[in-house]
């Protein structure tokens, strides 16, 4: 069912949890089942056929990593209302809608003794969290949500439902559960079947110091570093308390350093830490304690309500406690324009299955936050700037694309070892698969590209030679543009686009007729500020829907990551 902007589901469905880019498409899809989908994208064809104008399909649950405008050339496909929640204790793995909340999922877990790997804010939904990584606070000892991943059942380009699995028997869709694991996915997502994990001793809390004891803190968090078991995880950070009764009296609208820590495992192995923490400054308030999934989801002190936040984040190497210190003081002023900014602990974490990001590409995550209503962004991208100084010198070479709030586009955002061949072990995150549309034009490309009556809609692709890969976000209308220095020829396969060779300055050459009687067609539409090869601003192509099975479809832009950067149509 699609509604207007007159309509009360208009209004609610274009409020995500991150309002810092406001939201207008041309109408809101009320997906309230799987098969919803289909029909939706029907209709949405229909619209862009009478109206004669083309339209993207954007997925949306919850809109926590909303960042690029969703506007008159979109319909938001409202998936909010597939929360379904299964569990089986058994087997320990749960079977979610796609916009379910974490706080739904671990509610009915914990009642087994399990959890999920949820992040830090409850309201996050299951779908766009663990199709871009998904880094909780058991990351540690059982790893990154991606990997957890057992399966996703979503729709296609040409409206077909399919199961991306490990052992699915079309190899597109093994192809496409590389993808869901930490590179957005493909398609339209509306079921993931992911593992449980044991919390057999679920220990957890959130402290707070006055910031005047940053030095002193810093310095004991950084040395406990190394002691520490594999099941603790811990984030230090320097707040600007808001003032909310929730907070102590005398911190509220003051600077703090807050200690968020949790271990499914019990006491023993955080008290190191705690203990050295504890004995440089006394807190003002502290949690610690046995806690709950709810408990759990609120050390990390994430505002309940929506909020314009925008952010930076980066994945830093081991030398990182050296420099903790001097990297959290550059937000410590009363006036400074980032209201929260933190140095999270990964190292050890494990990779359980193979995919796209499914093990930490650094030891630790720097991640800061400001809020565009309270300063100019000026004030915050030079904040960015001062801290960005600092820890450049622990720099792992990617960012953790899910945590940059508020941006549109987000470079690095896979680590930098994209490469082609077979399948590798679970540890190994560098599996290139094969693509339904493949566009590269010299440093500003490529997409995972749209198939209409074949491949589903963007299995992704990855470009060599120095290129660029360029993604969308599931769970937010958000670009992630990746680097690949490797030299290694990469070849797609499901559209028919091959390529020998590849340089910065050539491109994708479809060949045609294929063994599967597609040819790809290749249009390049430039954004703003991205240049094509040779540094000229590249020529914009009209891009409308392409025709299907049942008449035109609407290309979808997320349930994956996709690129503005280049377009692809596969067409029959």
Avoid at 216 to 244: D, N, Y
Avoid at 325 to 349: C, F, K, P, Q, S
Avoid at 477 to 503: E, F, K, N, V
């Amino acid at each position: 069912m699609l509604v207007d902007a007159n309509s009360d589901l208009y209004a609610a469905a274009t409020r995500p949890h991150n309002s810092s880019v406001a939201q207008r498409p041309a109408r809101v899809a009320i997906v309230s089942g799987p098969d919803d989908i289909a029909l939706s994208l029907d209709e949405v064809a229909a619209l862009a056929t009478s109206s004669s104008t083309p339209l993207e399909a954007v997925p949306q649950a919850t809109g926590h990593g909303a960042g690029a405008p969703v506007a008159e050339g979109a319909v938001l496909l409202d998936t909010s209302r597939l929360t379904g929640v299964s569990i089986d204790p058994a087997s320990r793995v749960a079977v979610v809608g796609a916009g379910a909340a974490w706080s739904a999922v671990n509610a009915a877990a914990e009642q087994h003794g399990l959890l999920g790997l949820a992040g830090s804010a409850p309201s996050v939904s299951v779908s766009g969290y663990t199709f871009g990584g998904g880094i909780g606070w058991l990351v540690r000892r059982d790893g990154l949500a991606s990997g957890a991943l057992r399966a996703v059942h979503y729709v296609d380009g040409s409206g077909r439902s399919r199961t991306a699995a490990d052992d699915a028997a079309d190899d597109v869709d093994r192809e496409a559960m590389w993808a869901f694991r930490g590179a957005g996915g493909v398609g339209i997502a509306h079921t993931l079947e992911f593992d449980l994990v044991p919390a057999p001793d679920l220990h957890a809390g959130a402290l707070l110091w006055h910031a005047d004891a940053l030095p002193e803190l810093s310095a004991a968090w950084s040395r406990t570093m190394g002691t520490l078991g594999g099941s603790v995880s811990s984030s230090l950070s320097l707040l600007h308390v808001p003032p909310l009764p929730v907070f102590p009296q005398e911190l509220r609208g003051k600077v703090a350093v807050h200690l968020a820590i949790a271990d499914p495992d019990g006491p023993v192995a955080a008290a190191p830490l705690l203990d050295a923490m504890r004995g440089a400054a006394a807190p003002v308030s502290d949690s610690w304690g046995p806690t709950d999934a709810a408990g759990l989801a609120r050390i990390h002190l994430d505002p309940p309500t929506a909020t314009p936040a925008i952010g930076d984040a980066r994945w830093l190497d081991a030398s990182t406690p050296d420099i903790a210190g001097e990297v959290l003081a550059t937000a410590a002023r009363d006036d400074a324009a980032i209201v929260m900014m933190e140095i999270r602990h990964l190292a050890g974490a494990p990779a359980r299955r193979p995919g796209a990001v499914v093990s930490p590409p650094g030891d630790f995550i720097y991640h800061a936050v400001a809020v565009i209503d309270r300063f100019s962004r000026e004030r915050i991208d030079a904040a960015c700037a001062g801290a960005r100084s600092v820890w450049s010198s622990a720099d792992a070479g990617s960012t953790p694309g899910s945590w940059v709030e508020g941006a549109a586009r987000v470079p690095d955002a896979l680590p930098r070892t994209c490469g082609h061949g077979p399948r590798r072990s679970p540890t190994s995150s560098t599996r290139v698969p094969a693509s339904a549309g493949l566009a590269c034009s010299g440093d500003a490309a490529v997409q995972r590209g749209r198939a209409t009556g074949g491949p589903p809609a963007g299995t992704t692709a990855a470009c060599t030679d120095g290129l660029h890969l360029s993604f969308e976000t599931d769970d937010a209308p958000r670009r992630i543009t990746q680097a690949c220095p490797s030299a290694t020829p990469c070849r797609t396969t499901s559209s028919g686009c091959s390529r020998t060779r590849l340089s910065a300055r050539s491109g994708c050459r479809p060949r045609e007729p294929t063994a599967r009687g597609r040819r790809a067609e290749v249009e390049t539409v430039t954004a703003p500020g991205l240049r094509r090869s040779g540094g000229s601003p590249a020529a914009s192509a009209p891009h409308g829907p392409a025709p299907g099975p049942r008449g035109p479809r609407p290309r979808p832009r997320t349930g994956g990551f996709r690129s503005r950067t280049a377009r692809v149509t596969a067409r029959s």
